[in-house]
């Protein structure tokens, strides 16, 4: 079945550590977005690439980095520099070849830092 | 920029009545799509339904609809006969039509928790 994978669901982060969430899809899908869910505050774009090789940044990028190397693929590092790192993240993609498509998301990354 | 709000942080309806969540948004383009997304307790995103800005026949699907009103920057949701299962946190989000395969940022609002009662 295609669709959207990320992992792990749940992630723990020591401070100071770099830590990298995977969302892969199988979906042939050009774009790809990483979002960041608090309480109270919906979903907040970090990155988003609508190409291999190149990605822009979103609304809150400071303290992470992505890479798109391959058009499946699209890795969030949360770095040490993100001063609250803990939230849940989602990853989607969106269908190329029709304005109006949907995104898919995948199930989510829960991290927490301990 | 663009920029989606929703004013509503809770809600709460009685099984089988119907009710309105809103959504606002702010944007110099006219051309772009709007959506709304439901989020379950499981937190898999799903998406309820769709509108193209250049149509201005309003979009339904089954029991939602929507009241669209560009003019007004307004994409409301009505949910029909709700039930148990419509329980879950409501997305509002916009994307602008660039044209092409480019699509650019996909925005959300805030949400808006849904309690449907028995």
């Known amino acids: 079945d295609g669709g959207i994978t990320q992992s792990p669901k749940y992630l723990f982060r020591k401070e100071g550590q770099n830590v990298t969430l995977s969302c892969e899809q199988n979906?042939?899908?050009?774009?790809m977005y990483w979002y960041r869910q608090d309480p109270g505050q919906g979903l907040r774009l970090i990155y988003y690439?609508?190409?291999?090789?190149?990605?822009q940044k979103g609304d809150i990028a400071e303290g992470y980095s992505v890479s798109r190397e391959k058009k499946e693929s699209f890795p969030l590092t949360v770095t040490s520099a993100q001063k609250n790192p803990t939230a849940f993240y989602l990853c989607?993609?969106?269908?190329?070849?029709?304005?109006?498509?949907?995104?898919?998301f995948g199930q989510g990354t829960r991290l927490t830092v301990v | 920029a663009q920029t989606v709000t929703q004013s509503q942080p809770e809600m709460s309806v009685q099984e089988a009545e119907t009710v309105t969540l809103s959504c606002t948004y702010d944007?110099?383009?006219?051309?772009?799509?709007l959506f709304w997304y439901k989020q379950p307790p499981s937190r898999q995103m799903i998406l309820v339904i769709r509108?193209?800005?250049?149509?201005?026949q309003n979009a339904t699907e089954n029991r939602f609809s929507v009241n669209f009103q560009k003019a007004a920057k307004s994409f409301s949701l009505k949910i029909s006969d709700s039930q148990l299962g419509d329980a879950a946190m409501y997305f509002c989000?916009?994307?602008?039509?660039?044209?092409?395969?480019?699509?650019?940022?996909?925005?959300f609002g805030q949400g808006t928790i849904l309690t449907v009662h028995p």
């Open positions: 509108q193209e800005a250049y149509k201005q």
């Open positions: 989000a916009y994307r602008r039509n660039m044209g092409g395969t480019s699509y650019g940022k996909l925005t």
């Open positions: 944007t110099s383009e006219s051309d772009y799509y």
């Open positions: 690439s609508q190409i291999v090789n190149d990605f």
């Open positions: 979906l042939n899908h050009d774009a």
């Open positions: 989607a993609s969106v269908r190329a070849g029709m304005g109006s498509a949907e995104a898919f």
